[in-house]
């Protein structure tokens, strides 16, 4: 079935340094895919989202990559923040479906 | 500015009680989902509302049921609660649903523990 594999499980990184999540998906008709960013005892929340007829999406210090051809997107967070720290999940879906195929997530730890 | 909100926020029941929870969303959406939140394994669909009137099921929907009352709010019910259901769940909307792909906003969740 549809899977989404997000990788690592666990990251920790430096205060200004950059941090890289990962993420493979298997449908090829997946045409969106949004991160969501969960702080403790919240609710995700979209921080940035790519469809598939762009290769890279920038908004201040969070960009997004996708490469169709490998099936692969990644989120890149650069001079990272204490307040960066939280769950991060990936996701894909396509277009005419109501699901969402979510990551198993990502702690991101910002050490200060 | 209440967005999605979620009741209750905390809930513990004994194996084989019943309980449902309320979801209700204020800026007109659509489209509403229910999915549960556990330990390695991400957000996974329950079942979800692509307008009034309508319901479909996710992905675990077995041993659950939904009812969308009417377009703000959209209800899930555990009719025999089973250690297995012990999750968060968290609902959310969305404004036109898969129609075009969109941004979901969450509400803060439910943490359920059955016994």
């Known amino acids: 079935g549809e899977n989404v594999e997000q990788h690592p499980s666990t990251l920790s990184v430096q205060e200004g340094d950059s941090a890289v999540i990962k993420c493979t998906y298997s449908d090829s008709a997946s045409n969106y895919f949004p991160w969501y960013k969960q702080e403790l005892g919240k609710g995700p929340q979209l921080i940035i989202d790519?469809?598939?007829?762009?290769g890279e999406k920038k908004d201040q210090r969070i960009a997004v990559t996708l490469n169709k051809t490998a099936k692969h997107f990644s989120l890149h967070i650069t001079e990272t923040q204490p307040e960066d720290s939280a769950v991060y999940f990936c996701a894909a879906s396509k277009t005419g479906t109501y699901k969402y195929i979510f990551g198993t997530g990502t702690r991101l730890k910002v050490l200060a | 500015n209440a967005g999605v909100t979620q009741t209750p926020k905390f809930q513990v029941l004994k194996t084989g009680q019943s309980m449902t929870l309320q979801c209700a969303q204020d800026?007109?959406?659509?489209?509403m989902y229910w999915y549960r939140q556990d330990p390695g394994m991400g957000l996974r669909l329950i079942y979800y509302?692509?307008?009034?009137?309508?319901?479909d099921k996710g992905e675990v929907p077995n041993g659950y049921n939904v009812s969308r009352l009417n377009k703000r709010e959209f209800s899930l019910r555990l009719e025999s609660a089973a250690p297995s259901q012990t999750s968060v769940y968290f609902c959310?909307?969305?404004?036109?649903?898969?129609?075009?792909?969109?941004?979901?906003?969450f509400g803060s969740g439910t943490q359920l523990s059955v016994l």
């Open positions: 959310a909307s969305s404004e036109r649903g898969g129609l075009t792909n969109e941004k979901l906003f």
């Open positions: 509302s692509a307008s009034e009137g309508t319901t």
């Open positions: 800026m007109n959406h659509n489209s």
């Open positions: 790519i469809r598939s007829n762009v």
